[in-house]
């Protein structure tokens, strides 16, 4: 396929383009990553890349980053033909990688961690001085204010992606490779970084982006490609394409990107949540005085950074708090009252009072990776009166109900079988969402339902949480994802250090406020202001 995007209003033969891939192929034993891949991307540009998980996107960055070696294809950078070993190779080439995982080391201040492996060690002092005077230049210039002798364990998150960008920087990267790196980042955190993207865009270096986000793509990339099943199957300006149409190249058919949902019809209270709160067994309170309540037929959206207390609440709320914390205040669910802890504490009984629970984590809560798809759809309901015949349970019955269930939300392959870990990410979510959703639950508890699940499983388990709404059940929803949280839920609360910061209306709202709140800042708290004002 020709692949190639001319850049803005420079004349087409002008400069050889910063990165060109030329039919690159990469399998992993049968899994065939990377599939014959062209891509060039001009220099001072952002490029994105998206596609569904899975698509083979990491590995093709990784590739270019000297991570894996290729089958086959070809790396020409800045018109030269590049062989890339391994990642030291790609930094003297220029090319600088911030992962998914930031790969810093935990107990070195800034700028030790800058200068790791890029200095020949034996003369660490005279470096490090010469590197706090980049250091100081380049905060200047790219708005990147760390400082340089914090620990990194102090830092929160966004700034050690910041200091990952400087690590690529102080290396004099050219070519700047970011792999999803808004999923931990609050909606202010992730404008300040594009911020800095765009002014290294503007001095002329070349950023590639990695997300499965389209509004980031739509306002910041000035090209983009879009990869399938290890196929590059198209690049466009970005100007000239929509989210709707990526959407489409992304999955390979057309995609509803907003939830159609009538307005909520909230019936009587069914949880209520009391001055709820969880010191764990360090002494730190995780939990500081929840309260809320969800009433039938609506959907509590819970917005916020991770590690605000969402776990905390999602697991005391589903029977299993963290072993050693010590829990107060009251929990109830249709009037009911649930213990909090001893022997009555347990996702068991938790079920039987009509909770079910889709965990934020589904291979360690969710799923038994090696049982079947059926007994992964029977789990923690495998004593159901219609699962059982006398004493014993009727493998049969359970096979035949799972089955049905799987053809119901199109889990593919419809195989019940298969040992849950050989679906991909998004297959496995839907088993966990059709065997939590088909219980029936009257209050369903829903952590990161659409982590890591490609576009097309989201738009299900959208429609289905939706569903479950409309046939009068309540919904606690704890995402990290905004957009997910503002198209779905009829409330917002956003959690912030182990209080609820605040409640909107989605329609009352604007993703900024929410981000504010998600920072712990409370926009609607404003100095007083003088009674008089000049006309
Ligand atoms: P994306 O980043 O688009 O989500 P990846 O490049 O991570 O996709 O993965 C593409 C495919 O290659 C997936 O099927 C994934 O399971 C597989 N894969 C990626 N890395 C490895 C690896 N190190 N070993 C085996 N399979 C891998
Ligand atoms: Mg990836």
């Not at 003297?92 to 070195?108: D, E, S, T």
């Not at 200091?163 to 792999?179: G, M, N, P, S, T």
């Amino acid at each position: 396929m020709d692949a190639t995007v001319q850049n803005g209003g420079r004349p087409a033969a002008a400069a050889p383009a910063a990165i060109e891939l030329r039919g690159i192929s990469k399998s992993f034993g049968p899994v065939q990553a990377n599939r014959d891949i062209d891509l060039r991307v001009e220099k001072g540009t952002i490029h994105g890349i998206i596609g569904e998980n899975g698509a083979g996107k990491s590995t093709l960055m990784s590739i270019l980053y000297g991570f894996y070696k290729p089958d086959a294809g070809e790396i020409r950078l800045g018109g030269r033909p590049m062989t890339i070993t391994d990642s030291q190779a790609a930094i003297r080439a220029g090319i600088g990688m911030v992962f998914q995982h930031f790969k810093l080391v935990q107990n070195f201040t800034v700028l030790e961690n800058i200068i790791l492996g890029a200095e020949d060690g034996r003369l660490l002092r005279p470096s490090l001085s010469r590197a706090r005077g980049v250091l100081r230049q380049l905060a200047r210039d790219y708005e990147l204010n760390v400082d340089p002798d914090e620990t990194i364990e102090e830092l929160s998150v966004g700034h050690q992606q910041r200091v990952e960008i400087l690590k690529a920087l102080y290396r004099r990267a050219d070519i700047l490779i970011l792999d999803e790196p808004t999923g931990v980042l609050t909606p202010a955190e992730a404008d300040h970084l594009f911020r800095i993207l765009r002014g290294l865009r503007d001095e002329g270096k070349t950023i590639v982006l990695i997300t499965h986000k389209l509004r980031e793509i739509m306002e910041i990339t000035d090209t983009v490609s879009v990869m399938r099943r290890g196929e590059m199957v198209a690049s466009v300006k970005t100007a000239e394409t929509s989210p709707e149409g990526l959407a489409e190249l992304m999955v390979g058919r057309k995609v509803l990107l907003n939830v159609h949902k009538a307005p909520a019809r909230p019936g009587q209270a069914v949880l209520e949540v009391c001055n709820l709160k969880i010191v764990d067994d360090t002494g730190v309170e995780r939990l500081r005085g929840i309260d809320l309540t969800i009433r039938a037929g609506e959907i509590l959206g819970i917005a916020g950074v991770s590690g605000n207390g969402q776990t905390q609440l999602l697991e005391v709320l589903g029977g299993y708090p963290e072993k050693g914390s010590t829990l107060s205040g009251e929990i109830r669910v249709n009037g009911t009252l649930l213990s909090l802890s001893g022997r009555t504490c347990n996702a068991a009984e938790r079920r039987r009072r009509g909770i079910g629970h889709i965990p934020e984590d589904r291979q360690v809560e969710g799923l038994i990776l090696d049982f079947a798809a059926w007994e992964n759809v029977a789990f923690g309901y495998h004593d159901a009166p219609e699962y059982s015949r006398g004493p014993l349970m009727d493998h049969d019955a359970i096979r035949r109900d799972a089955a049905a269930k799987i053809q119901r939300f199109d889990v593919r392959p419809p195989n019940c079988y298969l040992a849950a870990r050989n679906f991909s990410g998004g297959n496995q979510q839907k088993i966990v969402v059709a065997r939590e959703i088909e219980r029936n639950p009257d209050l369903l508890l829903i952590g990161q339902p659409t982590r890591g699940v490609d576009i097309g499983a989201i738009e299900f388990i959208h429609k289905r949480i939706v569903d479950l709404r409309d046939a009068g059940k309540a919904i606690l929803l704890v995402s990290v994802e905004l957009d997910e949280i503002m198209s779905l839920s009829d409330r917002i609360a956003v959690m912030f250090d182990g209080r609820i910061m605040g409640e909107r209306l989605p329609a009352d709202t604007t993703a900024s406020e929410l981000g504010l709140l998600m920072a712990g800042v409370d926009p609607t708290f404003r100095q007083p202001e003088p009674l008089t004002q000049d006309p």
